[in-house]
T-cell receptor, first 113, second 114 residues
Framework: KAGVTQTPRYLIKTRGQQVTLSCSPISGHRSVSWYQQTPGQGLQFLFEYFSETQRNKGNFPGRFSGRQFSNSRSEMNVSTLELGDSALYLC????????????FGPGTRLTVL | AQKITQTQPGMFVQEKEAVTLDCTYDTSDQSYGLFWYKQPSSGEMIFLIYQGSYDEQNATEGRYSLNFQKARKSANLVISASQLGDSAMYFCAFLGTGGNKLVFGAGTILRVKS
């Protein structure tokens, strides 16, 4: 059974640009969550989608958005990139709508210059 | 809001010895779960062990066990017979009643010495 996949694995962008990251969950998993990891702030929850609906949102500005498709694949978008958006972005999928183990993908490392 | 505290920024352990990584949490939820993840330098988060708040016995998964003390709100990870491959960052994470939203601690870097 394939694990969680994230594309691309590495990205370099410049300030002001926008970026889209993709996450394909484990087959059959309907919940996808996104996390940002930085040396200064640690691991922070961005948002969670279940059956194409955003169920939870973390404390991030509106520049950060996401969506989930009918096949459970999810994308997150960051507009007007800032230097502080440089981070490892991790996606996690789980089977149920709550309280289930989350399986993480390898992450996308975004560098903003 | 839930808060997870890992007080040990870094730990060293001799190969083949046991090590305990500390985790305390603060919550008013009655139903919750606690997870431990391992993150090697590659960045991927690897699930290690899970403890539910209503589980009466401490969770065990191979060389990993969780010392769960509910009244003290602590969920320490014990790794027995440490191996060089255990060198990594370890995160404690809390899952409450608000959907699949994990709250992570700051992490502990573990270095296993040969």
């Amino acid at each position: 059974k394939a694990g969680v996949t994230q594309t691309p694995r590495y990205l370099i962008k410049t300030r002001g640009q926008q970026v889209t990251l993709s996450c394909s969950p484990i087959s059959g998993h309907r919940s996808v969550s996104w996390y940002q990891q930085t040396p200064g702030q640690g691991l922070q929850f961005l948002f969670e989608y279940f059956s194409e609906t955003q169920r939870n949102k973390g404390n991030f500005p509106g520049r950060f958005s996401g969506r989930q498709f009918s096949n459970s694949r999810s994308e997150m978008n960051v507009s007007t990139l800032e230097l502080g958006d440089s981070a490892l972005y991790l996606c996690a999928s789980s089977l149920w709508d709550k309280g289930a183990e989350q399986f993480f993908g390898p992450g996308t490392r975004l560098t903003v210059l | 809001a839930q808060k997870i505290t890992q007080t040990q920024p870094g730990m060293f352990v001799q190969e083949k010895e046991a090590v305990t990584l500390d985790c305390t949490y603060d919550t008013s939820d009655q139903s919750y779960g606690l997870f431990w993840y391992k993150q090697p330098s590659s960045g991927e988060m690897i699930f290690l062990i899970y403890q539910g708040s209503y589980d009466e016995q401490n969770a065990t998964e191979g060389r990993y066990s969780l010392n769960f003390q509910k009244a003290r709100k602590s969920a320490n990870l014990v790794i027995s017979a440490s191996q060089l491959g255990d060198s990594a960052m370890y995160f404690c994470a809390f899952l409450g009643t608000g959907g699949n939203k994990l709250v992570f601690g700051a992490g502990t870097i573990l270095r296993v010495k040969s």
